[in-house]
């Protein structure tokens, strides 16, 4: 699980670094397991699994991040 977390921390903290989000934090939502990122000012959310089945993980998060920023701007 920490290796999850700390994988995921780095495209977190990539996309901070290109602009793509203002901010991050790591939440639970139950048992549901989430990254918040900060987007024009408004906070939102992509859960992500407590346990990787792959190791795409933190590459599927990265990729609902992007999906839910293009909603947004839709």
Known sequence: M?????????EAEALVADGT???????????????EFKHK???HHVTYS?????????NYVRQ???RKIRELAA
């Open 21 to 35: 989000v203002e901010d991050y934090r790591f939440g639970s939502y139950g048992k549901h397991k989430r990254l």
């Open 2 to 10: 920490k290796s999850l977390k700390r994988d995921l921390k780095k």
């Open 50 to 58: 407590g346990t990787p089945r792959t190791e795409f993980q933190n």
């Open 41 to 43: 000012g408004a906070w």
């Open 64 to 66: 609902g991040v992007r």
